[in-house]
């Protein structure tokens, strides 16, 4: 369940029908391919990494790669699990609190009267402070990223078993119920000069043209959708999977992750958003609105769409509640891979990692925040939560299927598996997926930034701020300061763990629980914190 | 919508909903066991 928590996210009702609209029916070929060819397979791959560096005592990644790799250049790499999740938490919470307040909003009634969709992008920004001042702060906005704060720092405190997978437990049916809910308010909404659901579910199903597929852009929103939405190519999962027992399954639970995730995302995903969308506004607007920005239809074209409807406040404090609960079982866990790396490698108690990890996000959140008007989420989400993404996918899978190689990966992953993977996935982790990888993250180089435009142009665009006024530039060079200090730290730790304790690195045969030899493991990894 | 684009919407969420029948089916059995 808390797999599953994981992967539903905010991008299964907010991201997924922003990177439908533009392509349509067309957009779920490349997307289903994917989801087969790396989604699925680099699930089952990281928690086979995950259990199988847990046995050794490591709950992140520089220890599971060293597990798998013992090249000194490993650890190194496998600082990437842990920054990933971190530097995303450091947005994502922020923007989990925005459904927070405006579950808040809507059930108050406090924007009701804004019956356009401008006038709500006039109250989203208000919300948020941005206007003249230097810093967008709104009031509002903070006390409930406060609250949000408090209640992800309160739950990923607690660990996994006692924190993460209780929330869990009771979020992702209430999430499960409210989706359904909100899918059969949409299905029955009386049709608006006479667009009906039908027209909206057109929007997303229609193929208008199977020649888009031969546009390179369809590929990479559906590849780079598919790894989002699975939360997988960010180290998150191999936490999750470090406390599983050596002969636990991982070939069913992680295909099932997988399922209900692509349940909530095709399914009601795709049901809500656009289809009430084009039922209200009609399909070139909705298509427009969609293509506008992630939030614009959750955020500004859906509050409209309530106060249209009989019982709109119900549905609406429902639809933005959904949007938190969704956020709430992704971000809970985007601390844990530095808490476990702080507590199993540097051998730090917990209570201080906790208190270290909040005091430190807490700082590198307030510039990324209060100064989002510059553009510093955009920054942060393209370096960690699309670039970051693709290099630490495509560094796994090289490392697992060739380095530490597939046969024994094929035996680690089935050790205990309550279902025999087909054989021809053997042959797609081997040679599919670690090609797609390695093309996916090529191409984040060499991406042209348009039409016409020299290859490799759109990474070199970000990279030197092309597109960017002077004014806003020392605000992205900050956020990069905020990466390259964490990488710094990341490095410096995995040195002196490595450099202090050299043991407890050294290759021990876990027994069949999982557990490695006593006399190696470090003093902090007795599993109390599980 | 037309019947064919219908017909490639149930096709989908029906593998989707297939996907998740047979999941938890196979956990709920292997849990019995």
Known sequence: MAMAGNAVGLGNFLRFPGKVAPYGGAFMVPYFLALVLIGIPLMWMEWTIGRHGGGYGHGSTPGMFHRLWHARISKYLGIFGILLPAMVGLYYVYIESWSLGFAWQTATGAYWGTESVEGMGGVFKNYLGIGDKPLAFGPQAYVFFLITFALNIFVFSRGISRGIEVVAKYAMPALLVMGVILTVRVFTLPPVDGRSVSDGLALIWTVKDWSVLLDSGIWMAASGQVFFTLSVGLGMVHSYASYLKKKEDITLSGLTACATNEFVEVIIGGSIAIPAAVIFFGAVEARAIAEGGTFNIGFFALPVIFQQMPAGQFFGTLWFILLFLAGLTSSMAMFTPLLLFLEDELQMKRKKAVALIAAGVFLFMQPIMLCMHHGTIDEMDYWMGEFGLVLFAAIEVVIFAWVFGMDKGWEEMHLGADLQIPRVFYYIMKYVTPVFAVSLMLWAFLEPAGQGQPFGSRFWNIVTMQKVTEQSRPYLWMVRGVILATVAFLIWGVWYAWRTHPRYFEVVESDENGVASAAVVAPNCSGDSQ | ?33
């Open chain 2, 1 to 33: 919508m037309t019947p064919l684009t219908w017909t490639y919407m149930l096709v989908a969420w029906s593998l989707v909903l297939a996907l998740n029948i047979f999941c938890f089916a196979r956990i709920f059995r292997s849990k019995g066991k």
